[in-house]
T-cell receptor, first 113, second 116 residues
Framework: DSGVTQTPKHLITATGQRVTLRCSPRSGDLSVYWYQQSLDQGLQFLIQYYNGEERAKGNILERFSAQQFPDLHSELNLSSLELGDSALYFC????????????FGPGTRLTVT | GENVEQHPSTLSVQEGDSAVIKCTYSDSASNYFPWYKQELGKGPQLIIDIRSNVGEKKDQRIAVTLNKTAKHFSLHITETQPEDSAVYFCAAGKRISSGSARQLTFGSGTQLTVLP
């Protein structure tokens, strides 16, 4: 158990809908990362936050957005969902924005029908 | 950007044998190389990492080697056990251009199966 928690574990929704995924980092970690894992794309970095501020952006679609709250938990919002958005979404955390080690949560499996 | 290639995509070994997974990276600015183990239904778990100022690191049955000149690094698992069966990912980490964060680029994964 890495100490990173994610909810919900599974999510099934229809195309065009909007969902919110939630992540709580390990105790003491200030930086949060979001990744998408699909069968054909592997683990793709989406976005990083540190202490409430966006620090780095990867291949995140405009339909997706994220934020980190004062209590350091983070939410990833996915809107206008398409079938291709079906994937595992992982949150990871680290002590700081330049920390080497990232610790992953158990993930949220999103299925868009 | 960084590109990380990982081989093989699948690997089957007999229990007790050794397993080797290899990765290459493209960006010489990468200076951190972690390995993650992902079991079915779980998130990736950091199992070992190496920084570019070190050539080799060992932790019990697991070792990682790094050749900076050739831009490749490898994971070695000795005396494999059935519980080693999982997907293994390599990654390369570097500071992003703004200097304000460190980013990981992952390989495509290796499904390791240890046959009893």
């Amino acid at each position: 158990d890495s100490g990173v928690t994610q909810t919900p574990k599974h999510l099934i929704t229809a195309t065009g809908q909007r969902v919110t995924l939630r992540c709580s980092p390990r105790s003491g970690d200030l930086s949060v990362y979001w990744y998408q894992q699909s069968l054909d794309q592997g683990l793709q970095f989406l976005i990083q936050y540190y202490n409430g501020e966006e620090r780095a952006k990867g291949n995140i679609l405009e339909r997706f957005s994220a934020q980190q709250f004062p209590d350091l938990h983070s939410e990833l919002n996915l809107s206008s969902l398409e079938l291709g958005d079906s994937a595992l979404y992982f949150c990871a955390s680290s002590q700081g924005p330049l920390s080497y080690e990232q610790y992953f949560g158990p993930g949220t499996r999103l299925t868009v029908t | 950007g960084e590109n990380v290639e990982q081989h093989p995509s699948t690997l089957s070994v007999q229990e007790g044998d050794s397993a080797v997974i290899k990765c290459t990276y493209s960006d010489s600015a990468s200076n951190y190389f972690p390995w993650y183990k992902q079991e079915l239904g779980k998130g990736p778990q950091l199992i070992i990492d190496i920084r570019s100022n070190v050539g080799e690191k060992k932790d019990q049955r697991i070792a990682v080697t790094l050749n900076k000149t050739a831009k490749h690094f490898s994971l070695h698992i000795t005396e494999t056990q059935p519980e080693d069966s999982a997907v293994y990912f390599c990654a390369a980490g570097k500071r992003i251009s703004s200097g304000s964060a460190r980013q990981l680029t992952f390989g495509s994964g290796t499904q390791l199966t240890v046959l009893p």
